[in-house]
């Protein structure tokens, strides 16, 4: 079946620094991905769609210079989180669409921690 | 984010119960719904979807349906097991652009 792949799965890094995420369609070809963050015991928070070869369209409320989106292929959509401080510690998820389809596939989440 | 996330509620119910999840969502335009099953440090799994136009689906031991008028939906999980413990979230999606907006999320307990 279709998989989407994230990676890292897990990810520390310092006050400041930015980290890139991948979100992969291993065997679709996905015109939209989606960008999500959930805090702990709360749900999933839709920070942006993704759509091959254009720019990403941010949710309000959500910083397009801090959180990054790059959907360069049919398969690869990066979030890039700039000068993350550790409020920026959350569990990130993508999902993709596969072309020609209605079904919507989820990656297994990125936990990035902020020290 | 359009989903406002506060602490989960929490069902607790015997194995080998039916178990009834409850969601309300916003959109009365949205017209296809999907509930997911969330484990620890995991991404959603889905379980079952519906369509606005039906207002019962079945599957293997779950059902949902669909109330329009009240914008509400329910999960049925029938006989329930230890492994459905997890958070149960219904999501609206809207066809156009396949956004999915997220509920709240429900966290079940199964006891045995």
């Known amino acids: 079946g279709a998989v989407v792949s994230q990676h890292p799965s897990r990810v520390i890094c310092k006050s400041g620094t930015s980290v890139k995420i991948e979100c992969r369609s291993l065997d679709f070809q996905a015109t939209t991905m989606f960008w999500y963050r959930q805090f702990p015991k709360q749900s999933l928070m839709l920070m942006a769609t993704?759509?091959?070869?254009?720019?990403?369209?941010?949710e309000q409320g959500v910083e397009k210079d801090k959180f990054l989106i790059n959907h360069a292929s049919l398969t690869l959509s990066t979030l890039t989180v700039t000068s993350a401080h550790p409020e920026d510690s959350s569990f990130y998820i993508c999902s993709a669409r596969a072309f020609l389809g209605n079904t919507i596939y989820f990656g297994e989440g990125s936990w990035l921690t902020v020290v | 984010g359009e989903s406002v996330g506060l602490h989960l509620p929490t069902l607790s119910v015997q194995e080998g119960d039916n178990s009834i999840i409850n969601c309300a969502y916003s959109n009365s335009a949205s017209d296809y719904f999907i509930w997911y099953k969330q484990e620890s440090g995991k991404g959603p799994q889905f379980i079952i979807d519906i369509r606005s136009n039906m207002d019962k689906r079945q599957g293997q031991r779950v059902t949902v349906l669909l109330n329009k008028t009240v914008k509400h939906l329910s999960l049925q999980i029938a006989a329930t097991q230890p492994g459905d413990s997890a958070v149960y979230f219904c999501?609206?999606?809207?066809?156009?652009?396949?956004?999915?907006?997220f509920g709240a999320g429900t966290r079940l307990f199964v006891k045995a």
């Open positions: 993704s759509n091959e070869g254009s720019k990403a369209t941010y």
């Open positions: 999501a609206e999606i809207d066809t156009g652009g396949f956004k999915t907006i």
